[in-house]
């Protein structure tokens, strides 16, 4: 069965540069999470989409900015990397017409800052 | 406040104990989830319970919910070498996220 699909799987940025991270959902999902998970740390919510539209948002840096595209797919954009960016970020979907939300988690991507 | 909190923050067994794990939270819940995550990769679902169920079996898991309480447990049997890894629990509440608890480190030895 297909599952959620991330890239890149690890990405190494310096401090100030920008990131995108990719998420491509499972098909006929219609709602996409972002969560951050620190070195050591329980996975943080950031944004998520519901049919392309933003539909919560938690602890994001107004330095990261995310948008569901037509295909579903979407993207989580940073700018002006600090350090304490370095983490795993997880994408992950569901599909909101089911009666319970059980998320479906992609690998994640690990992006080290230097 | 931390939504989950899980206690013990870490376990260790021997194979073929069982396992057991309990969750905190704070606030109404639509349902609650587990996860298991192994070392710095993705995050494995392993079982979701819905606020109006008191206990779920799925294989050699067993979850229970105390809506009352706010809490949750996680029992794994006849534990496995590779059961090793870390167990989060997540309640999902008004919005749809997930909000995560500390995790519980579980090492089984051979």
């Known amino acids: 069965a297909a599952g959620v699909i991330q890239s890149p799987r690890h990405l190494i940025k310096e401090k100030r540069e920008t990131a995108t991270l990719k998420c491509y959902p499972i098909p006929r999902h219609d709602t996409v999470y972002w969560y951050q998970q620190g070195p050591g740390q329980d996975p943080q919510f950031l944004i998520s989409f519901y049919e392309k539209m933003q539909s919560d948002k938690g602890s994001i840096p107004d330095r990261f900015s995310a948008q569901q595209f037509s295909d579903y797919h979407s993207e989580l954009n940073m700018s002006s990397l600090e350090l304490g960016d370095s983490a795993l970020y997880f994408c992950a979907s569901t599909r909101l017409a089911l009666s319970y939300n059980e998320q479906f988690f992609g690998p994640g991507t690990r992006l080290t800052v230097l | 406040s931390q939504q989950g909190e899980e206690d013990p923050q870490a376990l260790s067994i021997q194979e073929g104990e069982n396992a057991t794990m309990n969750c905190s939270y704070k606030t109404s819940i639509n349902n609650l989830q587990w996860y298991r995550q192994n070392s710095g990769r993705g995050l494995v679902h392993l079982i979701l319970?819905?606020?109006?169920?008191r206990e779920k079996h799925s294989g050699r898991l067993r979850v229970t919910l105390d809506t009352s309480k706010k809490s949750s447990s996680l029992l794994i049997t006849a534990s496995r070498a590779a059961d090793t890894a870390s167990y989060f629990c997540?309640?999902?509440?008004?919005?749809?996220?997930?909000?995560f608890g500390g995790g519980t480190r579980v090492l089984v030895k051979p």
């Open positions: 319970i819905r606020s109006n169920e």
């Open positions: 997540a309640t999902e509440a008004a919005g749809n996220k997930l909000t």
